[in-house]
């Protein structure tokens, strides 16, 4: 009996829907402090003068922290602070909203109010406020300390030549937009010391990386930094990384001698936290009339802010087909903008809107069906890395996921299909996602009552990992899901990966089997060992777990419970430790890889596009939990819907604010905007054993990366009419 | 007047003092450590705040975040915490713990909320969720729990005050929230405190209040005015209370004014239209309010009323500038006339927003015909909103139009004049361009839409 892969509820279900899951801004902390930002209101320049004086004698006001008096006694760290210059670190303003001070206040209100009558004086500087005013001076960027990461330029073959040679070429240029995540908690934290130990109540989806990002900013030894996150309400990318008024915030309480609460508003969400950055790329494609794409190249220019950042849209184009010769390069613009990070989906998904935008043209151009041009490009191997794939069942995705959806029933021909007054349109696209990996640590603890628990320090922002990982260590140890607990979301527990890169099922999931696996293994040496047991004496490999209990493998009626053999141990607990660690060197290239497919409606008279109809296969090697994942595929096809169709960050040209830094103006899809329950999700087990110990991939953002592209093409097909620039608005259409 | 302010909050009764009037009901529940009901905005665009309340409209869901604490005076105030009975938990919650619609679940105590107002409003469907924004679920879930029926049991435990909600006034210091009884007292009180601001639903003030601050306010609250909440018919056309919410028109109009019954349905959503009234979306006078058009359209009158005495405005007077009308100082809506029209006329409203619900207008437009037996115009109003200063009838339009045969030449030549009529912005919602086609395709759409109708 496998206990996996069912649908099992939700361990924190009951305690969400009772209000009773303590999000950060929810614990109470005694004499907690209040604090609010302030943003700069200008673009570029210096801070001459801030009314901190003034706003100190308000009422209730404990004090304005500014440049004035900060000092950061360590250092940034790429990989867990998300923008390099901190704020406050002097008197220069780089964008809008830049954090210039934090007014602290014995209640909320009056921190408020004093927040609200703080000025500043500006030396102004000339600023680049928009993508388009930057595109003169793009440029070619550097690997440095940063977040450039990678070489900016890759090739294969000869591009040149082949397009050249190609019978049949096509370019174009696509945009996306700048987006926000927006998830429904905005960042909160809350701040306390006890002597030299830090406690931070922190939204994050990464909570050792909380950890080790505030021990480098403060000098400080990490075990002295506790780090507790329950629950976070949604992150999607914005709350992968420390942001500067959490590090502010935690000084400011150590300086005050008393906890102190910041909440972001939803406005201050847009600069307070990662968003992903606008991209315009430029595809070429050359072919065989036969459909034989020879010769590509696709150019990124992505749009950076304070700090240099690659949103690396290329990645997949130089795996996803067998496209002999390729060229892509990574350029950047630099504006006045807090720094980019990730956003569900990163890199990817800007990147597929283009190149699976760019296959749905030439295929029409070829007069071929989309899924033909790509099942002739099918890459067998990853000819990037020239290795083989670990799993690859994107053909059966193809397959699969047209006969669900109908894709027969297409007409090719543009405008064809029609519904009343709506035109209606099918359209798909291909996704992957890298699947990354983390060290990372957990324990399973078996107790004496029979039961377990599972303890890493994974940061629960929605996508089920609680359960999920409970119940991978039940699967282990053959107990039933009941009976297995989990602790997670704080930093005394074993180190967890971050719960971003769609990695927790798959790197924390590995070290909680092997968590289990060595749990199991010490109760057996016991009972092996143990006179009293049934199991004295047998070889330990001779030892297996069924229905809960160990058993001898020839003779499954001779064994006993975990619990009595503690018990007779005299032992109340007895805890297991796994540790995974990636392996770099992988004989294997492991991705996940899906088709999606959409059925639009579009009112020719409005230009309003509808998706009617969706669905998604993934091959993400093996689904732990149907429900959550199910659950979760859904759900980030339809926050993609809100990429595809209605999103964007919007600054006024001129004073580079920000216009839309509300949930009024800037949209996410509603109920309304669902297509009613046609959503279809089919999971296609790509048999992949060895990705990792369980043979899981991560789901959370494959399952947003075709739709855009997917919509678009669809909406082609419904009108006629090609969109290249996100997000796919009425005034578009008509 | 009262220092302190009455409550029961999960069925016990509180007294509060000493916590200004206009904090709002949200903050109140947080800071008094109610903390299962969250903030996901502040502005009423996302519905995590969303509680049910018991007052004199009885049991609603609202959005706490902008219901001023003062609002609220002798509700019966319920959280998603005060559901769980004895441990058990309330159907509603059951529905979604089992159907998945809780990941992050910071949006979840919103949705519980709604669900279970919804029991008692009778409200079933997708409506019920319109406000409240999930970013993790994509909604799938959340609208399977909302059809697993349930209704308020019997020996309903939640709602058990036999006080009537009787709205009193609350006073801290220099910020007053004042909750006449009448009319007259209202209208005396404004023009005794000449800073004075009225207040009915609050979904624009209670914004406005998050946004600016609340210093030393003094509000007059409108909604418990009996006279503003009358719906009467008489011979001239049915009189609409100023103070009528949405939701409530939606429950009493039943079918008398279509168009209006349809914008309705598409203005807001329920947490919005169960506090937002009829004349406060007049008085905001904005460009895109959705009403304004609507009932333009229908040919509109206001009845505004002062100590001085009372007058009577066509709506198409009413407004005079962006954000202006014809209103003075101390001056109240008390209620719109729709007329009763003389012959059925050919008749649809159109909103057309960014996404499918809970949004602004980009452009709404109304339009109303009266065509004589062989389709010839002989009357013609066509109203719109977002597409200039005010919302605005398209006179010259509608001068063309009569006379002529209802034919597909004539809308496609009425939809080319209606192009060029306005001189519209652009901005996050539609380009100018794009609103200037609006303007006239959805005069072509009202055609095709209903020339089978003439037809007929
Ligand atoms: C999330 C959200 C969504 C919205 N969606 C829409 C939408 O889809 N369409 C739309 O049109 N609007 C929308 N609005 C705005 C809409 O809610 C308001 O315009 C509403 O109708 C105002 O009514 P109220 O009773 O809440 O007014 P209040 O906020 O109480 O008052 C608004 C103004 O009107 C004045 N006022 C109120 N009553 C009277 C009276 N009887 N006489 C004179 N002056 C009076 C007040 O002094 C104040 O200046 C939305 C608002 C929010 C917060
Ligand atoms: S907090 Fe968003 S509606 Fe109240
Ligand atoms: S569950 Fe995360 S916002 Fe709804």
Same mark, same amino acid.
């Given at each position: 009996?496998?206990?996996?892969?069912?649908?099992?509820?939700?361990?924190?279900? %009951?305690?969400?829907?009772?209000?009773?899951?303590?999000?950060?801004?929810?614990?109470?902390?005694?004499?907690?402090?209040?604090?609010?930002?302030?943003?700069?209101?200008?673009?570029?320049?210096?801070?001459?003068?801030?009314?901190?004086?003034?706003?100190?004698?308000?009422?209730?006001?404990?004090?304005?922290?500014?440049?004035?008096?900060?000092?950061?006694?360590?250092?940034?760290?790429?990989?867990?602070?998300?923008?390099?210059?901190?704020?406050?670190?002097?008197?220069?303003?780089?964008?809008?909203?830049?954090?210039?001070?934090?007014?602290?206040?014995?209640?909320?209100?009056?921190?408020?109010?004093?927040?609200?009558?703080?000025?500043?004086?500006?030396?102004?500087?000339?600023?680049?406020?928009?993508?388009?005013?930057?595109?003169?001076?793009?440029?070619?960027?550097?690997?440095?300390?940063?977040?450039?990461?990678?070489?900016?330029?890759?090739?294969?073959?000869?591009?040149?030549?082949?397009?050249?040679?190609?019978?049949?070429?096509?370019?174009?240029?696509?945009?996306?937009?700048?987006?926000?995540?927006?998830?429904?908690?905005?960042?909160?934290?809350?701040?306390?010391?006890?002597?030299?130990?830090?406690?931070?109540?922190?939204?994050?989806?990464?909570?050792?990386?909380?950890?080790?990002?505030?021990?480098?900013?403060?000098?400080?030894?990490?075990?002295?930094?506790?780090?507790?996150?329950?629950?976070?309400?949604?992150?999607?990318?914005?709350?992968?990384?420390?942001?500067?008024?959490?590090?502010?915030?935690?000084?400011?309480?150590?300086?005050?001698?008393?906890?102190?609460?910041?909440?972001?508003?939803?406005?201050?969400?847009?600069?307070?936290?990662?968003?992903?950055?606008? #991209?315009?790329?430029?595809?070429?494609?050359?072919?065989?009339?036969?459909?034989?794409?020879?010769?590509?190249?696709?150019?990124?220019?992505?749009?950076?802010?304070?700090?240099?950042?690659?949103?690396?849209?290329?990645?997949?184009?130089?795996?996803?087909?067998?496209?002999?010769?390729?060229?892509?390069?990574?350029?950047?613009? %630099?504006?006045?903008?807090? #720094?980019?990070?990730?956003?569900?989906?990163?890199?990817?998904?800007?990147?597929?809107?283009?190149?699976?935008?760019?296959?749905?043209?030439?295929?029409?151009?070829?007069?071929?069906?989309?899924?033909?041009?790509?099942?002739?490009?099918?890459?067998?191997?990853?000819?990037?890395?020239?290795?083989?794939?670990?799993?690859?069942?994107?053909?059966?995705?193809?397959?699969?996921?047209?006969?669900?959806?109908?894709?027969?029933?297409?007409?090719?021909?543009?405008?064809?299909?029609?519904?009343?007054?709506?035109?209606?349109?099918?359209?798909?696209?291909?996704?992957?996602?890298?699947?990354?990996?983390?060290?990372?640590?957990?324990?399973?603890?078996?107790?004496?009552?029979?039961?377990?628990?599972?303890?890493?320090?994974?940061?629960?922002?929605?996508?089920?990992?609680?359960?999920?990982?409970?119940?991978?260590?039940?699967?282990?140890?053959?107990?039933?899901?009941?009976?297995?607990?989990?602790?997670?979301?704080?930093? #005394?527990?074993?180190?967890?990966?971050?719960?971003?890169?769609?990695?927790?099922?798959?790197?924390?999931?590995?070290?909680?089997?092997?968590?289990?696996?060595?749990?199991?293994?010490?109760?057996?040496?016991?009972?092996?060992?143990?006179?009293?047991?049934?199991?004295?004496?047998?070889?330990?490999?001779?030892?297996?777990?069924?229905?809960?209990?160990?058993?001898?493998?020839?003779?499954?009626?001779?064994?006993?419970?975990?619990?009595?053999?503690?018990?007779?141990?005299?032992?109340?607990?007895?805890?297991?430790?796994?540790?995974?660690?990636?392996?770099?060197?992988?004989?294997?290239?492991?991705?996940?890889?899906?088709?999606?497919?959409?059925?639009?409606?579009?009112?020719?008279?409005?230009?309003?596009?509808?998706?009617?109809?969706?669905?998604?296969?993934?091959?993400?090697?093996?689904?732990?939990?149907?429900?959550?994942?199910?659950?979760?595929?859904?759900?980030?096809?339809?926050?993609?819907?809100?990429?595809?169709?209605?999103?964007?960050?919007?600054?006024?040209?001129?004073?580079?604010?920000?216009?839309?830094?509300?949930?009024?103006?800037?949209?996410?899809?509603?109920?309304?905007?669902?297509?009613?329950?046609?959503?279809?999700?089919?999971?296609?087990?790509?048999?992949?054993?060895?990705?990792?110990?369980?043979?899981?991939?991560?789901?959370?953002?494959?399952?947003?990366?075709?739709?855009?592209?997917?919509?678009?093409?669809?909406?082609?097909?419904?009108?006629?009419?090609?969109?290249?620039?996100?997000?796919? #608005?009425?005034?578009?259409?008509? | 007047?009262?220092?302190?302010?009455?409550?029961?909050?999960?069925?016990?009764?509180?007294?509060?003092?000493?916590?200004?009037?206009?904090?709002?009901?949200?903050?109140?529940?947080?800071?008094?450590?109610?903390?299962?009901?969250?903030?996901?905005?502040?502005?009423?665009?996302?519905?995590?705040?969303?509680?049910?309340?018991?007052?004199?409209?009885?049991?609603?869901?609202?959005?706490?975040?902008?219901?001023?604490?003062?609002?609220?005076?002798?509700?019966?105030?319920?959280?998603?915490?005060?559901?769980?009975?004895?441990?058990?938990?309330?159907?509603?919650?059951?529905?979604?713990?089992?159907?998945?619609?809780?990941?992050?679940?910071?949006?979840?105590?919103?949705?519980?909320?709604?669900?279970?107002?919804?029991?008692?409003?009778?409200?079933?469907?997708?409506?019920?969720?319109?406000?409240?924004?999930?970013?993790?679920?994509?909604?799938?879930?959340?609208?399977?729990?909302?059809?697993?029926?349930?209704?308020?049991?019997?020996?309903?435990?939640?709602?058990?005050?036999?006080?009537?909600?009787?709205?009193?006034?609350?006073?801290?210091?220099?910020?007053?929230?004042?909750?006449?009884?009448?009319?007259?007292?209202?209208?005396?009180?404004?023009?005794?405190?000449?800073?004075?601001?009225?207040?009915?639903?609050?979904?624009?003030?209670?914004?406005?209040?998050?946004?600016?601050?609340?210093?030393?306010?003094?509000?007059?609250?409108?909604?418990?005015?009996?006279?503003?909440?009358?719906?009467?018919?008489?011979?001239?056309?049915?009189?609409?209370?100023?103070?009528?919410?949405?939701?409530?028109?939606?429950?009493?109009?039943?079918?008398?004014?279509?168009?209006?019954?349809?914008?309705?349905?598409?203005?807001?959503?329920?947490?919005?239209?169960?506090?937002?009234?009829?004349?406060?979306?007049?008085?905001?006078?904005?460009?895109?309010?959705?009403?304004?058009?609507?009932?333009?359209?229908?040919?509109?009158?206001?009845?505004?009323?002062?100590?001085?005495?009372?007058?009577?405005?066509?709506?198409?007077?009413?407004?005079?500038?962006?954000?202006?009308?014809?209103?003075?100082?101390?001056?109240?809506?008390?209620?719109?006339?729709?007329?009763?029209?003389?012959?059925?006329?050919?008749?649809?409203?159109?909103?057309?927003?960014?996404?499918?619900?809970?949004?602004?207008?980009?452009?709404?437009?109304?339009?109303?015909?009266?065509?004589?037996?062989?389709?010839?115009?002989?009357?013609?109003?066509?109203?719109?909103?977002?597409?200039?200063?005010?919302?605005?009838?398209?006179?010259?339009?509608?001068?063309?139009?009569?006379?002529?045969?209802?034919?597909?030449?004539?809308?496609?030549?009425?939809?080319?004049?209606?192009?060029?009529?306005?001189?519209?912005?652009?901005?996050?919602?539609?380009?100018?361009?794009?609103?200037?086609?609006?303007?006239?395709?959805?005069?072509?759409?009202?055609?095709?839409?209903?020339?089978?109708?003439?037809?007929?």
């Amino acid at each position: 009996m496998t206990r996996m892969g069912r649908g099992i509820d939700r361990i924190e279900a %009951r305690i969400k829907v009772t209000g009773e899951a303590l999000y950060t801004a929810d614990v109470p902390v005694e004499n907690v402090a209040y604090g609010v930002l302030v943003g700069s209101t200008v673009a570029s320049g210096r801070i001459r003068r801030i009314n901190t004086r003034e706003v100190e004698r308000m009422p209730g006001v404990l004090r304005v922290f500014t440049h004035m008096n900060t000092r950061y006694p360590g250092e940034v760290t790429p990989e867990t602070v998300g923008e390099l210059r901190l704020s406050f670190s002097d008197d220069r303003v780089h964008y809008v909203g830049q954090v210039i001070a934090l007014v602290a206040a014995d209640s909320l209100e009056r921190a408020e109010e004093a927040a609200s009558l703080v000025r500043a004086e500006y030396e102004e500087a000339a600023a680049v406020t928009t993508f388009e005013m930057g595109l003169p001076s793009v440029f070619t960027p550097t690997v440095d300390e940063g977040y450039v990461e990678a070489e900016p330029d890759t090739s294969r073959g000869n591009f040149e030549a082949a397009y050249a040679d190609a019978p049949v070429r096509f370019e174009a240029r696509y945009g996306t937009q700048k987006y926000h995540q927006t998830p429904i908690e905005t960042y909160a934290t809350t701040a306390l010391w006890e002597d030299n130990r830090l406690i931070l109540f922190e939204s994050t989806q990464y909570v050792v990386g909380a950890q080790t990002g505030m021990a480098s900013v403060l000098n400080m030894n990490p075990d002295n930094i506790h780090v507790v996150s329950n629950f976070t309400g949604g992150g999607f990318g914005a709350k992968g990384h420390l942001w500067p008024h959490t590090i502010r915030t935690a000084m400011a309480a150590r300086e005050l001698g008393r906890p102190l609460k910041v909440q972001l508003t939803r406005p201050q969400m847009q600069t307070g936290s990662a968003y992903q950055a606008r #991209t315009q790329q430029t595809i070429q494609l050359g072919a065989t009339e036969a459909g034989d794409i020879r010769a590509v190249s696709h150019t990124n220019i992505s749009q950076s802010g304070l700090d240099d950042r690659v949103e690396p849209a290329t990645d997949l184009t130089r795996v996803l087909y067998d496209f002999p010769n390729l060229i892509t390069r990574e350029r950047l613009v %630099r504006t006045n903008h807090n #720094t980019g990070g990730a956003m569900r989906p990163p890199g990817d998904g800007p990147g597929l809107f283009a190149l699976e935008s760019a296959l749905d043209e030439l295929a029409h151009q070829l007069n071929m069906d989309p899924i033909e041009l790509r099942r002739r490009n099918h890459a067998d191997r990853d000819p990037d890395q020239d290795k083989p794939f670990s799993g690859k069942a994107l053909l059966e995705c193809y397959e699969r996921g047209a006969e669900r959806f109908g894709w027969a029933q297409r007409d090719p021909v543009p405008r064809s299909m029609r519904d009343g007054h709506e035109l209606v349109g099918y359209g798909m696209a291909s996704a992957s996602r890298l699947q990354q990996a983390m060290e990372c640590q957990a324990a399973v603890t078996l107790h004496a009552d029979g039961s377990a628990v599972v303890a890493t320090g994974v940061a629960e922002i929605g996508g089920g990992s609680y359960t999920t990982l409970a119940q991978v260590a039940a699967e282990d140890l053959t107990l039933p899901y009941n009976r297995v607990a989990f602790r997670g979301g704080d930093s #005394t527990l074993p180190a967890a990966s971050g719960s971003f890169g769609s990695m927790v099922s798959a790197s924390t999931g590995s070290a909680v089997k092997l968590a289990a696996m060595d749990a199991r293994a010490q109760a057996a040496r016991l009972a092996v060992a143990d006179s009293g047991s049934p199991l004295f004496g047998v070889a330990i490999e001779d030892v297996v777990a069924q229905d809960g209990r160990l058993v001898r493998r020839d003779n499954p009626n001779r064994g006993e419970s975990y619990a009595s053999i503690l018990t007779r141990a005299g032992r109340e607990t007895l805890r297991g430790h796994g540790r995974f660690v990636p392996n770099e060197e992988s004989p294997f290239s492991s991705y996940a890889f899906g088709a999606q497919f959409a059925e639009v409606r579009v009112d020719e008279l409005l230009g309003i596009v509808r998706v009617s109809r969706f669905v998604g296969a993934f091959a993400a090697g093996r689904i732990l939990n149907e429900k959550t994942a199910t659950s979760q595929a859904k759900g980030g096809i339809i926050y993609a819907i809100g990429t595809a169709l209605m999103e964007g960050v919007h600054h006024d040209h001129t004073s580079g604010r920000l216009i839309n830094a509300n949930l009024f103006d800037y949209h996410v899809p509603v109920n309304a905007d669902i297509p009613s329950s046609k959503l279809d999700v089919i999971f296609i087990d790509d048999g992949d054993t060895a990705v990792n110990l369980l043979g899981a991939k991560g789901i959370g953002e494959i399952v947003s990366i075709g739709v855009p592209a997917a919509i678009a093409n669809a909406v082609f097909h419904a009108t006629g009419k090609r969109v290249r620039e996100l997000p796919l #608005t009425p005034d578009k259409l008509l | 007047m009262a220092q302190s302010l009455r409550v029961w909050i999960n069925g016990s009764e509180e007294r509060i003092s000493g916590v200004a009037p206009t904090t709002m009901l949200l903050d109140y529940l947080r800071a008094s450590g109610r903390v299962g009901t969250k903030e996901g905005c502040a502005e009423g665009d996302c519905g995590a705040c969303t509680v049910a309340v018991r007052g004199e409209r009885g049991v609603q869901a609202v959005n706490s975040c902008i219901v001023p604490l003062g609002a609220v005076s002798n509700y019966e105030i319920v959280t998603a915490e005060g559901l769980v009975r004895n441990g058990v938990l309330h159907p509603v919650q059951e529905a979604l713990a089992r159907a998945g619609g809780s990941q992050c679940g910071y949006c979840t105590p919103g949705f519980v909320m709604s669900l279970f107002a919804a029991q008692y409003s009778g409200e079933r469907g997708d409506g019920v969720l319109e406000g409240n924004l999930c970013r993790c679920t994509g909604y799938l879930p959340i609208r399977e729990a909302a059809r697993s029926p349930s209704a308020p049991a019997a020996d309903d435990p939640y709602f058990t005050s036999t006080q009537p909600a009787e709205a009193a006034d609350y006073s801290v210091g220099d910020e007053h929230f004042f909750s006449p009884r009448s009319l007259k007292g209202a209208l005396e009180l404004l023009s005794l405190h000449p800073g004075a601001k009225p207040i009915a639903g609050g979904t624009d003030v209670g914004v406005e209040l998050n946004k600016v601050g609340r210093r030393n306010a003094v509000l007059v609250s409108l909604a418990g005015v009996p006279e503003l909440r009358r719906l009467t018919e008489t011979a001239a056309g049915l009189e609409l209370g100023g103070a009528l919410t949405l939701s409530e028109l939606e429950a009493r109009l039943g079918g008398r004014v279509p168009l209006l019954e349809t914008m309705l349905r598409s203005f807001a959503a329920r947490q919005i239209r169960n506090r937002a009234t009829l004349a406060g979306n007049l008085a905001t006078a904005s460009p895109v309010g959705d009403l304004a058009p609507v009932l333009l359209a229908c040919g509109a009158r206001v009845k505004l009323v002062s100590l001085g005495g009372e007058r009577t405005v066509a709506l198409s007077d009413f407004f005079t500038g962006y954000r202006t009308t014809v209103q003075r100082p101390g001056e109240l809506i008390a209620s719109v006339t729709v007329p009763k029209p003389d012959a059925p006329r050919l008749e649809a409203v159109y909103k057309v927003g960014k996404r499918g619900a809970d949004d602004i207008s980009t452009v709404a437009a109304a339009f109303s015909l009266e065509l004589k037996a062989d389709k010839i115009v002989t009357s013609a109003r066509l109203a719109y909103g977002g597409v200039a200063a005010t919302p605005v009838r398209a006179l010259e339009v509608e001068q063309f139009l009569i006379g002529r045969p209802w034919t597909e030449r004539t809308a496609a030549e009425a939809a080319g004049r209606l192009r060029g009529l306005f001189t519209p912005l652009s901005d996050l919602r539609g380009s100018a361009e794009y609103r200037r086609a609006l303007v006239g395709n959805l005069f072509e759409k009202f055609f095709y839409e209903h020339s089978a109708e003439v037809a007929a």
